[in-house]
């Protein structure tokens, strides 16, 4: 096996040739300048060239929009106001009778608990605003989801076309699809609404595949024995053994939707719990935003729970803990509560007394802030001069006597140039494929991800999609490549990928790092759980609150919140692959007289291989995702392009850095998923 790993494959023979044209072209590029940044002189009006061809086609469908507004903006009112005018003693009590029926006692005193904050934090009728959003972009997502999941299932030949729009649905930006919404709609909550439907739909698109895909023939063969007619196939065989799944599908469109009240906030949203987290951002009133946004983790959470209770309770085929009658029953009582409160007179509360609390909240914070401020800045010069600076500008810009204390002279360049030689020597010693991963490792930190010659870029970026997905995958990589060059977005898209880059080292060492500590420990894993289950179902924009709060705005600042969402998957998946290792293995490598340190590294880590590389590819993703959030407080990258298109209303500007920033999504997601053989066996250390 040794001898095995040592001998170079043709893959390695690819990346030593791809390594050593790098060198070449990095080399050549002091002398050659258009080798390392893409030239100037081939840039194109990519993005004019988009407008061109698209606002015909928004002029001639805006009519249509626009007169759609009146009709969506009046359900959505009427929505708003019904649930504004119930008493929150009666929408308490129907809320927690219906998280009872579906998902039992705990979800039930989790609803009481949480409501009841929102009542006492003064943002009762904010939440019912967004609750109406959520109320009506979920049925049609789900619904909308459902038919095209069915369309695929009835017609196969579909199913790979619409696989990829949805690819590309959930991988392009938001803000980058919000610009066509506000040129058919204008601005508003209906362009907001819509904009959440689309957002919401994937998942129950998916998960309607998956679902119908699942039944079984003999189910299917059974009722048809009984006569059943097509139609009584698919809504009464198939439909109710995917039901399962379905419903986790309304889950997922749930948060999909929760998550988007924000940015529905930022194109004319109304009074509802993202317009106020986004005006105090702006404000920098922290301990409003605080307050708000945990308004919105508290929904987000219930709204999991109770969804996700549903799911579980029609896979397990529970009994619910009480019955229909008793259910209709209560929620008479709860709207007979709600009628006599009216008439006496019932008003909200006024919530001066949290006003209040929130400006003593901001003193506070501001006293935190400053008694922090040395910890947090030791914290941000650590990451920026030794992680980021180092990525952006590589050793060559940035060794200076304050960053490194040296001078890049020739003297330095010729020792970085043997020490990085003799890592790749150290590391040929264990596989070919290691020398090659430390040659480009040392090669990135000379140039820094940005300066790296986008020539080479091209090629390994090239090679990587098409040993990963064919032809197809190497062509759609060569369009955001090729795009973002001519369109001048090169740089850009360099900088997106460096600050994706830099969040994930530290998400995976960071998050890695307590996955298996997690593994290792029930208490500790016990204690994580739900902190990573706020966070995942924390919408984005919260993320920036803490951030801003801490350490203001710039770069580092988008950073910490791009970590901040991207740290659960590796925390996740890392435990759970360690804790599904086959439980053979690991006594035989206990009895072979293994530590615990090589228990890890060569027995449970092998194993768990796949479940490291899914969390990579989750973590890629999430950073991605980000972008467009993080640009919020301050950076240049494509994330920063779609958002001052979003605000100039200019759609090829949008369209074309948001197709970038989703062929990186894309491309990356391809290339991290291909499948390898999973190791049958770990190498079992010696034993010592």
Not at 30 to 58: C, D, E, H, K
Request: proline content about 6%; charged content about 10%.
């Amino acid at each position: 096996m040794t001898n095995d790993r040592r001998n170079p494959t043709s893959a390695d023979r690819l990346w030593l040739g791809l390594l050593v044209l790098s060198v070449m072209l990095t080399i050549a590029g002091r002398w050659f300048p258009w080798l390392s940044g893409f030239p100037t002189g081939w840039t194109l009006p990519v993005s004019q060239w988009a407008n061109a061809a698209f606002l015909p086609i928004f002029e001639f469908a805006r009519p249509f929009g626009r007169s759609t507004t009146p009709v969506i903006e009046a359900v959505l009112g009427a929505i708003r106001a019904g649930l504004v005018w119930i008493p929150w003693p009666a929408a308490v009590l129907a809320i927690c009778l219906v998280a009872l029926r579906a998902c039992g006692w705990r979800v039930m005193v989790l609803a009481a608990l949480s409501l009841l904050a929102v009542v006492g934090i003064g943002y009762w009728a904010q939440a019912m605003n967004t609750l109406a959003l959520v109320l009506v972009s979920v049925p049609t997502s789900v619904v909308l989801g459902f038919g095209v999941g069915a369309l695929a299932h009835r017609l196969p030949r579909l199913r790979p076309l619409i696989e990829a729009l949805l690819d590309v649905m959930q991988t392009y930006p938001a803000f980058a699809y919000l610009i066509p919404l506000l040129l058919l709609f204008g601005f508003g909550p209906a362009a907001g609404l819509l904009a959440s439907v689309v957002f919401a739909v994937p998942p129950m698109v998916r998960n309607t595949i998956v679902g119908l895909g699942a039944v079984p023939a003999e189910i299917i063969e059974s009722a048809a024995m009984a006569g059943a007619r097509p139609g009584q196939l698919f809504w009464q065989a198939r439909v109710p053994v995917a039901l399962p799944q379905l419903l986790i599908g309304l889950n997922q469109t749930t948060m999909a939707a929760l998550s988007m009240v924000i940015i529905v906030a930022i194109i004319g949203g109304f009074d509802d719990i993202g317009w106020e987290i986004l005006s105090a951002m702006r404000k920098a009133e922290m301990g409003r935003s605080l307050a708000s946004g945990l308004v919105i983790v508290l929904l987000a959470v219930l709204l999991d729970r109770m969804t996700s209770g549903i799911a579980r309770q029609s896979r397990l085929r529970r009994a619910p803990p009480i019955a229909g009658r008793n259910l209709v029953i209560g929620l008479l009582l709860a709207a007979l509560l709600a009628t006599g409160l009216k008439l006496a007179g019932w008003t909200l509360l006024p919530g001066d007394g949290a006003r209040s609390l929130f400006r003593h909240l901001d003193l506070w914070l501001l006293d935190f802030v400053a008694w922090s401020a040395p910890a947090f800045a030791l914290l941000r010069n650590a990451i920026t001069y030794g992680l980021m600076l180092p990525m952006r500008l590589g050793f060559s810009g940035s060794a200076s006597p304050m960053v490194w204390g040296l001078t890049l002279t020739p003297a330095v360049t010729a020792g970085y140039v043997a020490v990085a030689l003799g890592l790749v020597v150290l590391a040929a010693r264990r596989s070919p494929r290691a020398a090659v991963a430390t040659g480009f490792a040392a090669l990135l930190f000379w140039s820094g991800l940005p300066g790296f010659p986008w020539t080479a870029t091209l090629a390994i970026v090239g090679a990587a999609a098409w040993r990963s997905g064919g032809p197809w995958l190497l062509g759609l990589a060569a369009s955001g490549l090729l795009i973002a060059g001519v369109s001048g977005l090169w740089v850009p898209m360099m900088q997106s990928i460096y600050l994706c880059a830099v969040a994930v080292v530290i998400c995976f060492a960071l998050g890695g790092a307590l996955g298996i500590a997690a593994a290792q420990s029930d208490r500790l894993s016990a204690v994580l759980r739900p902190i990573n289950d706020a966070l995942q179902t924390m919408p984005q924009f919260v993320f920036l609150i803490p951030a801003l709060m801490l350490f203001k705005v710039g770069e580092f600042t988008a950073l910490i919140a791009i970590v901040l969402y991207a740290i659960v998957p590796p925390i996740r998946y890392v435990e759970h692959g360690l804790r599904t290792v086959r439980p053979d293995v690991v006594e035989a490598s206990r009895q072979m007289g293994a530590t615990p340190w090589q228990m890890l590294w060569q027995v449970k880590l092998p194993l768990a291989s796949d479940a490291v590389r899914l969390a990579l590819n989750q973590t890629v993703m999430a950073a991605v995702s980000m972008l467009v959030i993080a640009a919020l407080v301050g950076t240049r990258e494509l994330g920063q392009e779609v958002y001052v298109a979003l605000s100039k209303a200019d759609a090829g500007r949008g369209l074309v850095a948001g197709w970038i920033i989703a062929c990186i999504a894309l491309v990356a997601d391809r290339v991290l998923r291909r499948r390898r053989a999973p190791p049958s066996h770990a190498t079992l250390p010696e034993k010592t």
